[in-house]
């Protein structure tokens, strides 16, 4: 199912849930704003290369918009629309003040050089920069991107607008980017696990892991379950798949990986069918890279008991529904992988108050959001009788009506 689709019908059903006013509820799916803007480049050998660009600008009641930019071959407008519109719920859900906005250029960074993507970011800055801004809407990094192309965004934006760090976050720390920011994704998948496992009687340590998606989400997620005890037996990335039943040695993994090796050839594991992945047996899944990998060809056959959605959007409604029967527990992306955006606002916060906090002071601040949210979750969930899903989508909608209507929504 379309990205769109599933996400619309998912907030359908909050609206519902809350009760809200149908015209309120048209009006709060309809993107603020929609930018398509075009990025001609030349690549290195010199010949003209084009691509398009999106930033979709969903909802901006609670605060700026903010989201991240994705660059990757499939991006296309519905998708980039429906992870604008989960920005909205997920920063209502971790209860920081901003909206929701999301952006991407169709292109395979890795067939780009160093100096290409320089100059790809560049150009797609100057097409965006009079709709963006620190009180407007603040990218940061997603799938494809990283700190680097935040920097080459803020110094382009700053060429029109004077210097601007609070204009992106998840930049280099030398750029006034966050401690803890790269890890903070990763790191607040593990205190929503926690939160939800202790609901259970259990910890990370007792649980099985099965890890798809290697890269800034999947690596930060991994070594903080491996650091407390939790075995991660199996992980994928575009490569391809690894397992090993006595735990893979993490650490020795981002070491294989920062020296230049490749998941596929680490030697800590077995190669496997990376296809088998979300299927093999586990206590906990934890997919970690593209959307929609859960749908109705492989749900029935899923083994976890827990899958935590630290990619956005990555189970289908239709595998949501024969997951739920099979009693699989779902801890939704607008809160499990709200860790990122969590400690983006405290490096927005740190940019406009111009003061560096420690890192102890992110992780401890990060924890108390991540713990809060999971409590409003569960209150949902009890008032309205509902999954983790939508325990998560109304308190997330919800906020962001009120908000809606206080500014005059009527008027
Ligand atoms: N970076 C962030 O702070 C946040 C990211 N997310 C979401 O987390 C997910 C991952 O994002 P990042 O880690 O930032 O991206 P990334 O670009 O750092 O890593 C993506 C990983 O997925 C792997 N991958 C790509 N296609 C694959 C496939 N077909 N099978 C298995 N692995 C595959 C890549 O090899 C790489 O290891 C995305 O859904 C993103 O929207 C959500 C919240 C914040
Ligand atoms: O850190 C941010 O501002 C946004 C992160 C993001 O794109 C996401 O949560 O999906």
Request: contains cysteine; hydrophobic residues 40%.
């Amino acid at each position: 199912m379309n990205a769109l689709t599933a996400t619309n019908r998912n907030f359908r059903h909050a609206a519902r849930i809350l009760g809200l006013d149908t015209k309120l509820e048209n009006s709060l799916l309809i993107p603020f704003r929609e930018i398509k803007v075009e990025c001609t480049i030349p690549k290195d050998d010199g010949t003209l290369v084009s691509y398009v660009g999106f930033r979709i600008q969903h909802d901006n009641a609670r605060g700026p918009m903010k989201g991240g930019i994705r660059y990757h071959p499939e991006v296309d407008p519905d998708e980039v629309n429906a992870l604008a519109q989960l920005m909205t719920w997920k920063t209502a859900v971790a209860d920081i003040p901003y909206g929701g906005a999301k952006g991407g250029i169709g292109c395979n960074p890795m067939d780009l050089t160093v100096s290409e993507l320089e100059r790809l970011t560049r150009v797609f800055t100057q097409k965006i920069h009079d709709l963006i801004g620190t009180q407007r809407d603040v990218p940061a990094p997603d799938m494809g991107t990283n700190a680097q192309t935040m920097a080459w965004i803020l110094d382009e934006y700053s060429k029109f607008h004077g210097h601007s760090p609070a204009v992106v976050t998840g930049k280099p720390i030398d750029l006034g980017g966050s401690l803890g920011r790269e890890a903070a994704t990763g790191l607040g998948v593990v205190y929503g696990t926690e939160a939800l496992l202790a609901e259970y009687g259990k910890s990370v340590s007792d649980m099985t892991f099965v890890i798809q998606g290697f890269g800034n989400v999947g690596s930060w997620a991994a070594k903080n379950i491996f650091d407390r005890g939790g075995k991660v037996i199996a992980v994928s990335d575009i490569t391809g798949a690894i397992k090993n039943s006595n735990g893979i040695d993490i650490r020795a993994l981002m070491k294989h990986k920062e020296g230049g090796g490749t998941l596929k050839d680490f030697q800590g594991g077995d190669a496997m069918d990376p296809n088998d992945l979300l299927v093999h047996q586990c206590d906990v899944l934890i997919p970690c890279a593209l959307g929609g990998v859960l749908n109705k060809d492989n749900a029935g056959d899923v083994k976890a008991k827990y899958i935590i959605e630290a990619a956005n959007h990555p189970t289908d409604p239709e595998a949501d529904e024969i997951l739920s029967k099979k009693g699989v527990v779902i801890l939704p992306d607008i809160y499990a992988n709200a860790g990122g955006v969590t400690v983006s606002y405290f490096e927005w916060v740190q940019n406009i108050q111009g003061f560096m906090w420690d890192e102890d002071q992110v992780n401890r601040e990060l924890n108390k959001y991540m713990t809060k949210a999971f409590g409003d979750i569960k209150a949902m969930c009890k008032t309205h009788n509902c999954s983790l899903r939508m325990g998560a989508f109304t308190l997330g909608v919800n906020r962001v009506a009120r908000a809606t209507l206080l500014r005059g929504w009527e008027a």
